[in-house]
């Protein structure tokens, strides 16, 4: 944990329960009641030491932010809670110290209240008391492998590391290896066996891998980094099962490459490695949509990005599957109410970002584990590598395991210099 200052760290963001003073920019968040009476407790510290008004029972007063939580039962907290974090979004000037609103004389306990911050956990600028992170932060650690805990062998306790086994990047690389076969063959059943020996990974993988190349190579993520990076693996790798697209084919072999305005999945099937390597939210959309816009600068393309990358960061954090769901659609406008069930009958091949990336998430939120995730995307009938690429991202960042032998069997697909990419990105960004 990195000490920020005496009433904050981060990494993750976590405010002190005690607060005498604040530092310039730092604002304190209690509870409050609606009439601004703030007479007990972190109200009454809110008024006397840091500018919280009389009378004021609502948001921003001096160096408080008031959250009323008399008025009724949890339900009544939570559209002020919602308003809360919208506000600290539009001012990253400002440091927001959560306390146990809710928690004292209002009689409500932590685990009724912490819920309603979930959505507080990728915002940079709130910091949160330990025990709302960590009753938030439960529902990922039970299905979490992490340092000290003892890992099943059919989960992949033999994959490298005694104690642990996150599978980052090649739960991407798997989706792709998976999908490789039926690409141009539409499966339309989940009956699918994840270890075909026909199967191999695709240009999918290869950028996949360029891109978590640059994260590790250009630390300013600049444009010019990253198309050196593409370009470079894709003539390293000029005939991969599947080929490239034409116009990225052409891309890939000019010496002065400029956008060309598409739409198409590649934008989103590469960008896993974004969704993985950032400890915010608002990184994230914007690492993924540099990512993309190289090339696939079109708003559909930079979108499949941008919702890809941030599903993967949502997955990995900790945000239950309505969480993700809610987010995507809002800020997206995809429409992830349909289910599996509902796409399969009419759905085929689609190359495009906006008929591909709310199919391959919808795969994950109908999914039970990873491999049920893939072999739903799979099922679709569609763009089976992008999708399975993209689905085995997001699946892979919720699930965080995944059975040993489907991890050696795409490992052993794989050429030394992939794999020691792999190996590069899991050790320099692994929580």
Same mark, same amino acid.
């Given at each position: 944990m990195t000490t920020m200052s005496g009433n904050r760290t981060e990494h993750p963001n976590i405010a002190s329960d005690r607060i005498d003073m604040l530092q310039r920019g730092e604002i304190f968040v209690f509870g409050s009641n609606l009439a601004g009476h703030h007479m007990g407790g972190a109200a009454r510290a809110?008024?006397?030491?840091?500018?919280?008004?009389?009378?004021?029972?609502?948001g921003l007063t001096g160096q408080s932010y008031a959250i009323p939580t008399m008025q009724g039962g949890v339900d009544t907290i939570k559209p002020?809670?919602?308003?809360?974090?919208?506000?600290?979004?539009?001012?990253?000037?400002?440091?927001?110290?959560?306390?146990?609103?809710?928690?004292?004389?209002?009689?409500?306990k932590d685990e009724e209240i912490a819920p309603l911050f979930r959505m507080a956990i990728p915002v940079s600028n709130i910091y949160l008391p330990q025990t709302f992170f960590d009753i938030i932060m439960a529902p990922y650690l039970e299905h979490c492998f992490y340092d000290g805990k003892n890992v099943p062998e059919e989960c992949g306790a033999h994959a490298g590391h005694k104690d642990r086994y996150n599978p980052m990047l090649m739960s991407a690389v798997l989706g792709d290896i998976a999908g490789s076969i039926y690409e141009f063959a539409p499966h339309k059943s989940t009956e699918i066996n994840l270890r075909d020996r026909r199967m191999d990974y695709t240009d999918d993988t290869i950028m996949t891998i360029a891109v978590a190349d640059w994260l590790l190579t250009d630390k300013r993520h600049t444009k010019k980094g990253l198309v050196a990076r593409l370009q470079e693996w894709g003539r390293k790798y000029p005939h991969p099962m599947g080929a490239y697209g034409t116009m990225f084919s052409q891309w890939l072999n000019k010496n002065y490459p400029k956008p060309y305005n598409s739409w198409g999945n590649g934008a989103a099937m590469r960008v896993s490695a974004v969704g993985l390597a950032f400890s915010t939210l608002e990184e994230t959309m914007m690492v %993924?949509?540099?990512?993309?816009?190289? /090339?696939?600068?079109?708003? !559909?393309?930079?979108?499949?990005?941008?919702?890809?990358? %941030?599903?993967?960061?949502?997955?990995? /954090?900790?945000?239950?599957? !309505?969480?993700i769901r809610r987010y995507i659609s809002g800020t997206f406008g995809y429409d992830l109410s349909r289910t599996c069930d509902d796409i399969r009958p009419t759905y085929r091949f689609d190359g495009s970002c906006q008929g591909t990336v709310p199919e391959s998430i919808i795969a994950f939120l109908d999914s039970k584990d990873y491999e049920d995730a893939l072999r739903l995307c799979i099922s679709l009938g569609g763009d089976a590598d992008t999708m399975g690429a993209i689905t085995g991202a997001i699946a892979g960042a919720y699930y965080n395991s995944m059975p040993y032998a489907l991890y050696k069997f795409g490992m052993e697909k794989l050429p030394h210099d992939i794999k020691q990419i792999i190996s590069d990105f899991d050790s320099a960004y692994r929580r």
């Open positions: 809110a008024h006397q030491k840091f500018g919280a008004e009389w009378g004021v029972g609502v002020y809670v919602d308003q809360f974090i919208e506000f600290a979004k539009r001012h990253q000037d400002m440091q927001f110290l959560v306390t146990r609103i809710g928690c004292g004389i209002a009689g409500f %993924a949509k540099t990512c993309a816009e190289v /090339t696939h600068n079109h708003p !559909e393309g930079i979108k499949g990005a941008q919702a890809t990358a %941030a599903a993967i960061f949502l997955a990995r /954090t900790g945000h239950n599957k !309505e969480d």
